[in-house]
């Protein structure tokens, strides 16, 4: 048995990886595994974690009998155990639906820490992370590729938010993310920056919104969550919606005008 410690918006997940040693090739393939996972996730590997806040087993098959099952797209399923404090897996996931399990459970544990993940992309700017949102094909790649040259991408896809004494964090969050160049890894928290709604154009034009209804209705789907949202981050929601002005970017491919306009 070997482990590995990784840790994501200020949690430890201790990562057990069982050995088998009376049948050779299942080690082989749970050390493979173990070589992928340490390779994707460098730059949340810590060395030692003063505490644990989840543990994760994991196998070369599943040792149990009624394993959970998660929805992942529709189709592919993630089956694991619970047990006790520890979640028992298999090494036959693949990357993604390993990074969508860490996923699972760091909402969880957000959710009783004052924490939710948010659908956006982000650039560092000026040392606070600036957020991106919009749907699916609405401009959160194209605007932080536009912005590379001068602002580091942060994420493309999902960020972790969390309320920290009074003030509001980002941190990076396990799910494998497409983005070339590839984006760093890093444990470290951003102070929140501004925050924008995207919206495609012939121009660029930052515009803030008022504080509506309509905003929390265009905001709220943009959390991710494989449950229903605890009523613990409902709060801090409509609270982090009450604390912050969003903006309206309205943007054209010009990186200069961008980058000129954010700031």
Do not use: W
């Not at 700017?125 to 749907?135: D, E, Q, S, T």
């Amino acid at each position: 048995m070997d482990y590995l410690y990784l840790r994501f918006a200020g949690f430890n997940f201790r990562i057990y990886f069982c050995y088998h040693q009376e049948e050779p090739e299942a080690t082989k393939q749970v050390r493979n595994f173990q070589r992928q996972v340490t390779r994707v996730y460098k730059g949340f590997i810590v060395e030692k974690a003063p505490s644990v806040n989840q543990e994760i087993e994991l196998h070369f098959r599943l040792p149990v009998i009624y394993p959970t099952t998660i929805n992942l797209k529709g189709s592919s399923m993630i089956f694991f155990e619970e047990k006790e404090d520890k979640v028992i897996t298999s090494s036959h996931l693949s990357l993604y639906q390993f990074s969508f399990l860490l996923l699972t459970l760091l909402q969880r544990l957000l959710s009783k820490n004052k924490g939710f993940i948010l659908h956006a992309s982000a650039s560092i700017v000026n040392g606070k992370a600036y957020l991106f949102l919009a749907p699916s094909g609405g401009g959160k790649t194209t605007v932080i590729r536009l912005l590379s040259r001068k602002f580091p991408p942060l994420a493309n896809d999902s960020v972790v938010i969390r309320q920290e004494e009074k003030k509001y964090f980002v941190y990076q969050t396990p799910l494998l993310e497409v983005f070339k160049p590839k984006i760093k890894n890093t444990v470290k928290a951003y102070p929140l920056g501004k925050l924008f709604l995207l919206q495609k154009a012939k121009y660029a034009k930052v515009t803030a919104l008022k504080k509506t209804n309509d905003l929390i209705r265009t905001v709220f789907p943009q959390i991710r969550s494989s449950n229903k949202i605890s009523r613990e981050q409902l709060t801090l929601f409509l609270k982090f919606m009450e604390n912050y002005t969003f903006f309206q970017l309205n943007f054209e491919k010009n990186e200069k005008k961008i980058a000129e306009i954010l700031v």
